[in-house]
């Protein structure tokens, strides 16, 4: 399909273990965000690449959490030594241009990560 | 299947009839709308935008209205039907910069046959 992929979709991991998620965006979209879904909340947002770079990354909780997206297609959310209120759904979300003003973002079906 | 959430506010709603649902936005300078729709297990998906320099605007069965003097959103959906059923989600957007959507909490529509 088009649309934005994510994988793994579900990922237990025990508390203390290191996680990586993935999002690939829509080809040809150069804005990507990453945003957080609490059980029961809207998403909240994390961080916003610009193909390589990334803009703004006031929304990560912690220094526990990082992101990177090298070559301004594929990006990768890292959260080092998960902990317990870590437990939600990352959702990515791509749009076609430079985030500006009024444009669609379109968002994959997220990656539910459970820390027991 | 799981949830997307659990206490949120619902609305229950007949097969065929109207539904309305309310949003509350927080920041006076957001500039641009947007309603989501998220089904069990699935991402946001876009249903309709307005920007602030509207009151209304329609889509094919929905309309949304926004009422900036009192930061309120609204969805309207028309003759609903059981595939409406899922939560729906007001966000907003900023006038300035790059624009990170900031979401509302959420109405989970319930639409019986």
């Known amino acids: 399909g088009a649309g934005v992929s994510q994988s793994p979709r579900y990922k237990v991991a025990k508390r203390g273990q290191d996680v990586a998620l993935r999002c690939d965006p829509i080809?040809?979209?150069?804005?990507l965000f990453w945003y957080q879904q609490a059980l029961g909340q809207g998403p909240e947002f994390l961080t916003y690449?610009?193909?390589?770079?990334?803009?703004?990354k006031s929304g990560l909780p912690s220094d526990r959490f990082f992101a990177e997206r090298p070559e301004g297609s594929v990006s990768t959310l890292k959260i080092q030594r998960t902990q317990q209120e870590d437990s939600a759904v990352y959702l990515c979300?791509?749009?076609?241009?430079?985030?500006?003003?009024?444009?669609?973002?379109?968002f994959g079906p997220g990656t539910r990560l459970l820390v027991l | 299947g799981e949830s997307v959430g659990l206490h949120l506010p619902t609305l229950s709603v007949q097969e065929g009839d109207n539904s309305i649902i309310n949003c509350a936005y927080s920041?006076?300078?957001?500039?641009?709308f947007i309603w989501y729709k998220q089904e069990s297990g699935k991402g946001p998906q876009f249903i309709i935008d307005?920007?602030?320099?509207?009151d209304k605007r329609q889509g094919q069965r929905v309309t949304v209205l926004l009422n900036k003097t009192v930061k309120h959103l609204s969805l309207q959906i028309a003759a609903t039907q059981p595939g409406d059923s899922a939560v729906y989600f007001c966000?907003?957007?900023?006038?300035?910069?790059?624009?990170?959507?900031?979401f509302g909490t959420g109405t989970r529509l319930l639409v019986s046959p």
């Open positions: 690449f610009q193909n390589e770079a990334q803009l703004d």
């Open positions: 920041n006076s300078a957001s500039d641009y």
């Open positions: 080809s040809g979209h150069v804005s």
């Open positions: 307005i920007r602030s320099n509207m």
């Open positions: 966000a907003e957007k900023g006038n300035t910069g790059f624009q990170k959507l900031v």
């Open positions: 979300a791509s749009s076609l241009g430079s985030g500006l003003a009024r444009e669609t973002q379109y």
